[in-house]
């Protein structure tokens, strides 16, 4: 992992861009204090559309992988149905 200070990053992206192609994280900082991270884009398992998604700022891309099994461990709601599709129809509105 990498730091860098704002100015430096300015001076020199695409020598730390490289590092972030070959796998490496930047830490970015201002006044010595961390602000950003860049991290390496691993889009082989995105679709087009999720890659255009991220590269114009509406999705971002989930810091792990999903455990599965710790989710469906998580104890189930106790809300009845019928309260439960009703909030859900409210949600929508006019839709």
Do not use: C, H
């Not at 860098?4 to 070959?22: D, F, H, M």
Request: glycine share 6%.
């Amino acid at each position: 992992m990498k730091t860098v200070n704002i100015g430096e990053l300015k001076n020199q992206l695409s020598a730390y861009l490289q590092y972030v192609r070959r796998g490496e994280e930047v830490i970015v900082k201002d006044r010595n204090k961390p602000v950003a991270r860049i991290l390496p884009f691993e889009s082989e398992s995105l679709s087009d559309v999720e890659a255009r998604l991220v590269a114009e700022g509406k999705l971002k891309l989930p810091e792990r992988k999903m455990d599965w099994d710790e989710f469906f461990a998580l104890p189930a709601g106790n809300v009845p149905r019928d309260v439960a599709v009703r909030a859900l129809i409210e949600s929508r509105g006019d839709r």
